[in-house]
């Protein structure tokens, strides 16, 4: 799995950049497998994105490299479309991490109208994405005090979207008093920061002041007369002309820009001259404001003075001029590569890579969040295209979701039921299905594979009590047993009913003929719940009602095995109404003693339990009842006793949470047969034919 990081800041000019600069650098002395993605980037022209691509020559293009214009992203979460949002910034940042050993993930700039709520924006990319958070911020003009507590509010943020900070650098901080700052900032992080990388980064003026092109491009100024090497000169400070010249010479400092009119010829040669005497400071530029043009005698003079320093026109007056050079800020770009070493060079002096290393790769991500989960379906699907069977192919529902399923072409699809009742339903009720799309619609009472099917059920069943070839004729007629029949004969590769029939109806012909996987004695089902921060697994919620203490453990391995296929690190939690040895009765030994064999069974997988839920799923509570355990609050299987606990426990979290559930999933057949709810969406459907695909493969 490829590693990765996401620094963040909580302010704008906090100098990430800078970070970002220094972290890449270090990264590329790892690898050469470096990418570098920002899930929202300020506009086409953004000079950051560019500074990274183009400075360490990343093989990736600059398409590859973002998700979203700051416009685009604001579009969507104003017509209340996180989720497309995030669905948008997973597709590309996966697209790029699937060919590096290491992304960075730069986070929003808190720059135009987002910056209100941009926190949040990045709080849930980075937990969407499994990225551990480094934080940046400023102690530009604030107290120690100041600067740690703004860091200590948004890693306590963080950490309640569910989001692990890893490291906190405070920037910009007074030149001689970085030790008053890191101890601040230690302090403040107490318990919390134990293990986490900390640092300050004192201000330094070179890096922070803008150089003189950034001076032009800021005021969008015209060079009159420059030296190119010249532009990229720092401007530390402006001073206004309004005076005579010797006025003026009082207050010349080292690279300091000259604003004057154009009409003031004296101060402008009398700059230049100053600038060139060893006993003045040289200054970075002029620039010559209002909308008169420069006197000609004057552009002759100094066009013919050697080692020019840069001149520039603007054609607001000197008031606003100044205006907008206080909005100039200095920027690291590839033009001014002395700035970029100095940075490289600030970052690797002040930060203690090694403990930062250590945390970016020991970071494990609590669980797959729930975009990312469904997003893996939708791309472990596409791999492979796999042929699924719908029984019900008469329901308005399953029609919608065959529209969606073929249109992204995830799977192909049969369905089953009368062609012509099917299309009465799509044009009814409008619903965008080409049926020449589909695999085909097949009417079991009609298809001339009836025949075929109903003599393989009776060589299947016939030393069962009752079933004849007329029996076995009349049951192929049935949409559940002539679906299920396709999938074992490996004429579709799953199926997925129950939109419009019970559970007992669509699993009874799997049963009875397409058996159990070798090794595993009894069909189970899970749910993956997608809770706001992870996906976990429940089972069993929806076939067995009493399981014994060897079925249970059955049914926890068979879970665990299910819930690693889908990419979520089993934790299996056995639940009871007793956590550990407290708890006595005949229930909490079952699970007690399912436990036990569970052990035997997966000794490499994470078990335990008995265990109460709320010490199964939360870190405080599962500390304090079961210290020392690998699943107490971090587990991502949950196996209930019962179904009669299961099935009211999954209903009770979807409903109170607003949790997807996706499933039921049958585990432990030999070919994918599942169930839907008969209240199913649209959306249950889809991600069921999903999930059915990937067992398929």
């Known amino acids: 799995m490829t590693s990765t990081v996401y620094i963040s800041t909580i302010e704008p000019l906090a100098g990430k950049s800078l970070v970002s600069l220094g972290l890449t650098d270090l ?20 000079a950051h994105l560019s500074l990274i691509l183009e400075h360490f020559n990343l093989q990736q293009s600059r398409a590859e490299s973002y998700a979203f214009e700051a416009a685009e992203a604001n579009d969507l979460l104003g017509a209340g479309n996180h989720d497309q949002l995030l669905d948008g910034i997973i597709r590309k940042f996966k697209a790029l991490a699937d060919r590096c050993d290491f992304v960075l993930v730069e986070g929003t700039d808190f720059a135009g109208e987002s910056a209100s709520f941009e926190f949040d924006i990045n709080a849930s990319i980075a937990r969407n994405l499994g990225c551990p958070v480094l934080l940046v911020g400023s102690g530009h003009q604030r107290s120690a005090e100041e600067a740690t507590r703004q860091l200590r509010v948004a890693m306590d943020n963080f950490n309640q979207e569910e989001t692990e900070v890893i490291g906190a650098i405070l920037n910009l901080v007074p030149q001689g008093k970085e030790n008053e700052y890191l101890a601040a900032l230690k302090k403040r992080l107490g318990g919390t920061g134990k293990h986490k990388a900390m640092a300050v980064i004192p201000y330094d003026e070179t890096l922070a002041s803008p150089s003189v092109r950034e001076i032009c491009d800021g005021l969008q100024a015209q060079i009159l007369f420059a030296a190119e090497d010249a532009l990229e000169r720092p401007v530390r400070r402006f001073s206004i002309a309004a005076m005579q010249l010797p ?46 043009p420069l006197q000609e005698n004057i552009t002759k003079l100094i066009s013919g003075l050697e080692g020019k320093v840069p001149v520039m026109k603007v054609e607001t007056n000197s008031y606003e001029t100044a205006v907008a050079l206080n909005n100039v800020r200095s920027r690291l770009s590839t033009r001014n590569p002395s700035k ?9 002096e002040q930060i203690d890579t090694s403990l930062l290393e250590k945390n970016i790769s020991t970071f494990k991500a609590r669980g797959i969040s729930p975009q990312m989960f469904l997003y893996a379906l939708r791309e472990r699907a596409l791999e492979k295209r796999r042929h699924i069977v719908l029984p019900e192919g008469n329901d308005p529902r399953i029609l919608r ?125 899970v749910f993956f719940m997608c809770l706001p921060d992870r996906v976990v697994v429940y089972g069993d919620c929806a076939i067995n009602p009493d399981p014994t203490a060897p079925e249970l453990a059955q049914i926890a391995v068979t879970s665990a095995d299910t819930a690693a296929m889908f990419g979520i690190d089993p934790r299996v939690a056995l639940l009871s109404y007793s956590s550990g040895s407290s708890g006595k009765g005949s229930d909490v030994e079952k699970v007690r003693e399912a436990t036990a064999f569970a052990k035997t069974l997966r000794p490499n997988v994470p078990i335990d339990g008995p265990i109460q839920y709320d010490a199964a799923v939360d870190m405080a509570v599962g500390a304090k009842k079961l210290p020392g355990s690998p699943v107490a609050g971090q587990a991502s299987v949950l196996i209930f006793p019962d179904l009669n606990t ?52």
């Open 27 to 46: 990264l590329l002395r790892k690898s050469p497998k470096i990418g570098y993605f920002r899930p929202i980037i300020h506009n086409q022209e953004d």
């Open 247 to 292: 006025g003026l010479l009082d207050y010349v400092t080292e690279d300091c820009a000259i604003v004057t009119p154009a009409d003031r010829g004296d101060i402008i040669v009398g700059s230049l001259m100053a600038s060139r005497a060893s006993s003045f400071p040289s200054i970075s530029c002029i620039v010559v404001t209002g909308p008169k």
């Open 340 to 348: 970029i070493a100095s940075a490289l060079r600030v970052f690797h």
């Open 401 to 525: 979701a065959s529209a969606e399923l073929l249109r992204d072409k995830h799977v192909e699809l049969t369905l089953l039921g009368d062609q012509r009742e099917i299309e009465r339903v799509i044009k009814d009720q409008n619903i965008p299905l080409d049926i020449y799309q589909l695999k085909g619609i097949i009417n079991p009472q009609t298809s001339p594979n009836h025949n075929r099917y109903a003599k393989q059920l009776f060589e299947y069943r016939k030393h069962k009590k009752g079933m004849t070839e007329v029996v076995a004729q009349d049951l192929m007629t049935d949409v559940s047993y002539f679906g299920t029949m396709m999938v074992q004969l490996g004429e579709a590769d799953g199926m997925v009913s129950g939109a419009a029939h019970t559970t007992q109806h669509t699993i009874r012909p799997a049963l009875q003929f397409v058996k159990t996987k070798p090794g595993v004695e009894l069909v189970s089902s």
């Open 646 to 697: 299961g099935n009211n426990t999954y209903k009770a979290v979807q409903r109170e949470t607003g949790a997807i559930a996706v499933g039921p999933m049958l585990q432990g057949l030999n070919k994918p047969v599942n169930d839907l709810s008969r209240g199913c969406t649209v959306d249950d459907i889809i991600n069921t034919v999903l999930i059915t695909a990937i067992q398929a493969g």
